[in-house]
């Protein structure tokens, strides 16, 4: 009896790999898709106890030992990562469906396959047939467990009431609370609502400004480099890449201990020049701070953009400088008209993603000032003078363990920084002409 289209599809859907052994005579196939369903049944139980948990998150028993007590954050990771399996499962039986239906396909136009009865012969031609996905399925999973699903867990902590001191598992439960962190930080409680808006503030400018001086900087000092004819230039190319391959923590600490208020070596130098008589609060007041951030980060970042401009130069021609000469332009006109221009349309999108970078600098701001100087709200909501967004996480989940509220930032830092990173990866040639 000839084998249809729709017996076959109709045996696909009732049982992964069914399709393949009674309709196709892909024995090898069919038994390697019907043990995932059998695999998938088997661990049903625990699948469908995962899903309750995640749905209660655990109830509160006072009366147990701790260890017994249900743990909320568990039940959440167990939750979502039941979740992706079930995912993947979906995923590999649309697969089977889709290979018992390209393999009919073949069945019409060359006939029906004989069986092979070699196992080992079948096998290999399983993997043969199926090379793009078994490639690609070790790097899926790792993608999946690895990123997506811790990815999701952080996102769900937003609808939680995960903090302290009422809320931190094993000692007691958490709770689904829905859009209430939210609520509470744009414009449920002043302080904190306050807070949010002044940080946010704080990192749109740090990461404006941190990419600007350090981009332009950069470009000012390789036109000069380019520009100098003496013998020791490269000598001063070697001494400005110097801030750059230092590493940054070292960096940063070092500043930090020169400027400090009281024992630090400027303010000491100066005092001994009489040049102050009172020492400068680099580091504690919150706009000099706020300063000393964007001008450590300017002298330990340009050297990057200065050699990024110096290899872009490179591929301008010599003729294009020496026309401009002849037409009687300054250096200033050809900067501006010509390497300008040419520098800026090939590094536009490195410097986007060095703004979204320096969104998340969190060593920039933590090694030099440690988020300090502490200003009025500091004491409740723990933001301090130069805290950046992602700082303040991390005071949030250290110090005060309110991890809804850090959760819910995250949640933010993610929406602002996810459509410049589209927008980088799709002007990608990779992207577009599937090449790189």
């Known amino acids: 009896m000839k084998t249809t289209r729709k017996q076959t599809l109709v045996l696909s859907v009732l049982f992964m790999g069914l399709g393949h052994i009674a309709a196709l005579s892909q024995f090898a196939k069919g038994i390697l898709f019907a043990l995932c369903e059998i695999v998938f049944i088997a661990l049903l139980p625990k699948t469908v106890h995962a899903l309750a948990g995640l749905i209660t998150l655990g109830t509160p028993q006072p009366d147990l030992d701790i260890t017994l007590r249900d743990n909320s954050i568990f039940m959440l990771m167990d939750g979502i990562m039941t ?219 340009f050297p990057y953009f200065m050699l990024l401009t110096l290899g872009t130069m490179t591929a301008i021609s010599a003729d294009v400088f020496e026309a401009a000469r002849i037409d009687g332009a300054s250096p200033f006109q050809i900067f501006k008209r010509i390497t300008l221009p040419l520098v800026l349309y090939q590094t536009m999108p490195l410097m986007i993603m060095s703004f979204t970078y320096n969104i998340n600098n969190f060593g920039a701001i933590f090694f030099l000032t440690g988020g300090a100087p502490t200003v009025a709200d500091s004491t409740t909501t723990s933001a301090q003078g130069t805290d950046i967004m992602v700082s303040w996480i991390y005071n949030l989940t250290i110090n005060l363990m309110k991890y809804n509220y850090a959760s819910v930032m995250a949640i933010m830092i993610f929406v602002a920084l996810a459509p410049f990173a589209i927008f980088n990866f799709v002007r990608t040639k990779s992207f577009k002409e599937g090449e790189l």
């Open 83 to 301: 979740i992706a399996f079930i995912a993947l499962f979906i995923a590999i039986y649309s697969i089977s469906i889709k290979s018992a239906l390209n393999t009919y396909k073949e069945y019409e136009t060359l006939g029906k396959p004989t069986a092979n009865k070699n196992v080992l012969a079948s096998l290999k031609a399983v993997v043969s047939g199926s090379f793009k996905v078994l490639s690609l399925a070790p790097t899926v999973l790792l993608v999946l467990f690895f990123v997506v699903v811790p990815l999701v867990f952080a996102a769900c902590v937003a609808f939680t009431n995960y903090s302290a001191p009422g809320n931190i598992p094993p000692n007691s439960t958490v709770d689904w609370v829905g859009l209430t962190n939210f609520k509470f930080l744009f414009g449920g409680q002043a302080t904190w609502t306050g807070a949010l808006g002044r940080v946010v503030v704080w990192t749109l400018v740090w990461a404006f400004l941190a990419t600007t001086t350090c981009y332009f900087g950069g470009m000012i000092m390789a036109v000069v480099l380019s520009n100098v004819k003496t013998k020791i230039a490269p000598l001063f190319r070697g001494i400005l890449i110097l801030p750059y391959a230092v590493p940054g923590v070292i960096t940063l600490l070092t500043w930090r201990n020169m400027l400090n208020g009281a024992f630090g070596v400027v303010n000491r130098t100066l005092t001994q020049l009489h040049l102050i008589s009172t020492p400068i609060p680099w580091l504690s007041d919150p706009w000099m701070a706020k300063f000393i951030t964007v001008a450590v980060n300017l002298w330990a970042g």
